[in-house]
């Protein structure tokens, strides 16, 4: 394959739904990639997609968008449960794939995933974007600096209330559905990635994980909640929903005070730039506001990122290990709360 600069990457779009949508309107904004096709297994669906993005090409098929020759690489945004298949099938034909988080139902499919991956010689990420935006690395900074003292526990939430008929897929175990996979797997990266800036690790797995959840008649997790015991002897509370409107943050609990962020996974605004908010509470003091300016939307933070690393195969901050520790940890949830046994 020929090694590709930043400016020559040319993205095609596995799907053509919401979050493509977004994806694309970042691309458009990006400084390092172009659109040149989306595929949609609706024929119709792509060419109305398409115009809407002044996309070039417009597929009814995934086969034909792989087999493009003029796309560089692919972003996979169908059903979590075709995420191994198309980010397999997109790595054999020679494309770079950036795969909608979770990038698998499980660890052992996202292993055969980095493996197509590292066989073909192509860039593999999952599309975590909220690990790129500068409000997360401020939040990393201010941990690993000691702002609140060591690190003992951290609260995180993503729950909202979907309407079950216009998203079958998350009440559908067979595509992946329920809270754990589609939101919670923020929760639980949030947490692991707070406790490897206390610890100054780079990739940490939680010794313990319990949980409890209430499933569907299907056995889907409408909402859940885990706990997570985290090098270090962090404590971590993490809770998500597909079925439950719940107040979304993380708090991080030091010896010397606490940090909290309103919205740290899906980040507004999320196409353009725009000012965000940290909370610092010291022990011993009043709360300070820290301000953290995003000069570029964070989908288009995402495809430049990925731009910038393709040749490195790996992204540095979302590597296929950090994948892979957070996939085990989502395994061991969905195990503990019992996913799959019918209510």
């Not at 040319?10 to 595929?39: C, M, N, P, Q, Y």
């Not at 395994?331 to 996913?339: I, L, M, Q, T």
Request: net charge negative; proline share 5%; charged share 25%.
């Amino acid at each position: 394959m020929t090694e590709l600069r930043s400016a020559d990457l040319r993205w095609g779009l596995l799907a053509a739904g919401t979050i493509a949508a977004h994806f694309a309107a970042g691309v458009d904004e990006s400084k390092h990639g172009t659109l040149t096709a989306v595929a949609a297994r609706n024929a119709d669906r792509a060419g109305e997609f398409a115009t809407r993005f002044e996309i070039p090409k417009a597929y009814g098929s995934y086969e034909d968008l792989l087999a493009d020759p003029d796309v560089d690489a692919v972003y996979v945004s169908t059903p979590h449960a075709l995420h191994k298949e198309w980010a397999i099938a997109a790595a054999e034909a020679g494309k770079h794939v950036l795969c909608e988080k979770p990038l698998t139902i499980t660890a052992a499919d996202a292993e055969e995933v980095i493996a197509a991956a590292r066989e073909n010689d192509v860039f593999l990420m999952e599309a975590f974007m909220y690990r790129l935006h500068p409000q997360t690395r401020r939040l990393v900074e201010l941990i690993a600096s000691g702002a609140i003292g060591e690190v003992r526990a951290v609260d995180t939430t993503f729950s909202f209330d979907s309407n079950p008929e216009e998203t079958a897929r998350l009440s559908d175990p067979a595509l992946g559905g329920g809270g754990i996979l589609d939101v919670g797997c923020y929760c639980t990266s949030l947490a692991r990635l707070v406790a490897q800036a206390a610890t100054g690790q780079d990739v940490v797995e939680p010794t313990e994980v319990s949980g409890m959840a209430h499933l569907s008649a299907d056995g889907v997790d409408e909402y859940a909640t885990g706990l997570l015991r985290l090098p270090g002897d962090i404590l971590a509370t993490i809770s998500c929903g597909i079925r439950l409107t719940r107040e979304d943050g993380i708090r991080v609990f030091g010896t010397r005070g606490q940090l909290s962020v309103p919205q740290p996974a899906w980040i507004h605004p999320l196409r353009k730039p725009g000012v965000s908010r940290i909370i610092l509470t010291p022990a011993d003091g009043e709360p300070e506001v820290i301000e953290v300016e995003a000069t570029q939307g964070v989908f288009a933070r995402e495809a430049d990122h990925v731009a910038t690393h393709v040749g490195d195969r790996q992204a540095p901050e979302l590597t296929w290990a950090e994948t892979l520790a957070n996939l085990r940890t989502l395994d061991r949830w969905r195990e503990a709360v019992g996913y799959g046994r019918p209510s």
